[in-house]
């Protein structure tokens, strides 16, 4: 039973723990509001959809760091950590200046989740169905979310602009 408790849901736990505590502090244009308003009904409903799966999936993943592919995930993954916090402490911290205002620097915290993603995708080789391919399935719903989650930040950030 143990080695149950052991899945790649452990890593989504740092992301949900910042999120809790520093959602609050970003800019107004990171609002439910500004970001839900306008953002089209089947847009929202995909992304909320592959959010879903894209949390979820990471507790049929094994967290076993015995081989090299996992290394490399975890490292990929602490480096994309670091990277998306750091996309947001900005914004937080900076929100006057011309990264925060762009429109990469307004994206980055849509879009930077893919590198931590992929780390978990690589780390969670193995799943506990013996679903062969699991984790390309992993980093190809990851993908497909990020797009998606990317493109609700394109559009939210073309509204809030103006």
Avoid at 68 to 91: E, N, P, T
Avoid at 146 to 153: D, E, G, L, M
Wanted: net charge positive; aromatic share 16%.
């Amino acid at each position: 039973m143990g080695h149950y408790i052991l899945n790649c849901f452990l890593l989504l736990l740092p992301i949900f723990i910042w999120n809790m505590i520093f959602a609050n502090k970003l800019p107004i244009k990171y609002t439910d509001k500004a970001q839900w308003d306008n953002i089209p009904k089947l847009l929202a409903a995909l992304e909320n959809t592959l959010r879903t799966i894209v949390f979820l999936v990471p507790v049929l993943m094994i967290l076993d760091l015995g081989s090299d592919r996992a290394i490399l995930g975890l490292i990929i993954y602490i480096v994309g950590i670091i990277i998306y916090f750091v996309s947001w402490g900005v914004q937080i911290y900076r929100p006057d200046s011309s990264w925060s205002k762009s429109l990469l620097g307004t994206m980055a915290p849509a879009y930077t989740p893919f590198i931590w993603l992929n780390g978990i995708a690589l780390i969670g080789k193995d799943n506990f169905l013996e679903i062969p391919n699991f984790s390309l399935f992993y980093f190809i719903i990851s993908l497909i979310f990020v797009i998606v989650h990317s493109f609700h930040a394109y559009i939210s950030y073309n509204q809030n602009k103006a």
